[in-house]
């Protein structure tokens, strides 16, 4: 069996991997050209839980409507989303390098929750699971942050940080799913599937 996934995250297609799903990527536009449907932009006073859910759930229907624009063979579209939650506001991804700055000194000692969405879509039938994490960093000094911003790592990246590169040497304390703070939950991820009829 083989899905659509619709991200362009390099992360998402190696978690794929690692689990054995075959697929095939649909890809959704973004930055100026972004679709309206899948616009990530938060609501004002939006709830971080049911943001999450909302952008996923968009960008899952959204790939499910081009697969069938292209005149594609029908199979699942499977999207996710990921965000951070800090004190009750989101973090999405820095706008810039002084945004990318401002946000690890707000984490920097301070606990936060990693918030990854994934839903399914497939013959007008969607199915969404939510993986909650609970990160915690150590405190940072000044250098390590701009010297972390310098590296580039943080630019694409819901909070600032990617866990599985070089911001690994932040996170003091973790309780959840590590991949669901990669950008895909595999656990969750392979049950949603299951509901889909694979088989692991």
């Not at 945004?99 to 839903?119: E, F, K, W, Y």
């Not at 932040?170 to 991820?189: K, M």
Request: charged residues 25%; hydrophobic residues 40%; proline residues 4%.
């Amino acid at each position: 069996m083989r899905l659509y996934l619709a991200s362009r995250s390099p992360r998402r297609r190696e978690l794929l991997t690692q689990i054995g799903i075959a697929f095939d990527t649909v890809l959704l536009r973004e930055g100026s050209r972004v679709d309206s449907e899948t616009d990530e932009t938060p609501g004002v006073g939006e709830d971080p839980v049911a943001y999450v859910e909302r952008i996923a759930r968009a960008k899952a229907e959204h790939g499910q409507r081009i697969v069938i624009e292209r005149h594609l063979p029908p199979r699942p579209v499977l999207a996710a989303d990921t965000t951070l939650e800090f004190a009750g506001r989101i973090i999405g991804k820095p706008v810039d390098a002084t945004d990318a700055v401002d946000i690890l000194r707000r984490l920097s000692g301070q606990s936060h929750r990693v918030l990854t969405g994934v839903a399914v879509t497939y013959l007008g039938c969607t199915e969404y699971v939510l993986s909650v994490s609970e990160v915690r960093f150590r405190r940072l000094d000044e250098h390590e942050i701009r010297h972390y911003v310098m590296s580039g790592e943080p630019m694409d990246k819901a909070g600032a940080y990617g866990i599985q590169g070089r911001a690994g040497l932040f996170v003091e304390h973790l309780a959840g799913s590590y991949t669901g703070v990669v950008g895909l939950p595999v656990c969750e991820t392979g049950n949603l599937l299951k509901r889909f009829g694979w088989q692991f």
